[in-house]
């Protein structure tokens, strides 16, 4: 398996503030990465430095060989980073099938395949992101990063505040787009036992630093690890 991504003593925040303090794994083609942690340890910081929406302090980040320090957030999608941050962001004024279209690049993910895979969205397609329900824009977040034809995936808390049955059918596509088509992902969840199920490898963090690092399989297997590093039984 060849490498895609690389993270090296990487130290990042806010203005001055810095977050993350040497911060360092590698991800290879293809493989997802479940991105651990309590409130506030600095999972997102770790996702919008990937996706140059942070000030990088230090360190190095490269992905496919190529670093990404200097690029500029839409430089690092034209490079292969599709984010689909906790806000969604969505265009609310567009059409759903306009906020598709808007950013689609060429590669096997089009909006044809996004609504295979969501038929919600093919229903809502002349519908605008403001008549959207919280389910369905982080649908159109997803469907949005997918046509980026990105190489690598970010999810930011994709489950968060969404009834169950939305849950499982958006857990369904994120397993399908990782495990069945390939694509590497890092996904964040407050919720780890259902993204471990579906991840390779886990990193856990805490006060901005990696405090725990192993494969998915392993830490979901010892709840009792993943309560002390969480702090809640899971
Ligand atoms: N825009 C910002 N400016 C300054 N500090 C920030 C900003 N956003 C987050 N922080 C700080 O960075 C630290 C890490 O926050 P971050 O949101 O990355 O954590 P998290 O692990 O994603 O938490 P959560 O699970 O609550 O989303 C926190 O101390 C937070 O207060």
Redesign the pocket.
Known sequence: MSELLRIENLSA???E?V?LHDVAFALGEGQTLALL????????????TLAGA?RQHGGSISLGGQPLHKLAPHLRAAAGIGWVP?ERNIFKSLTVHENLTAVERPGKWNPQRVYEMFPRLAERKTNLGTQLSGGEQQMLAVGRALVLNPKLLLL??PLEGLAPIIVEELLRAIRRITQDEGLAAII?E?HPQAILAISDEAVV?DH?TIVHTDSAAALRSQPQVLDRLLGVAR
């Open positions: 925040g806010y203005g503030a977050v942690g309590r409130n506030g340890t600095g999972k997102t910081t770790l996702i919008n942070t906790q930011d808390e964040v407050q963090l901005g």
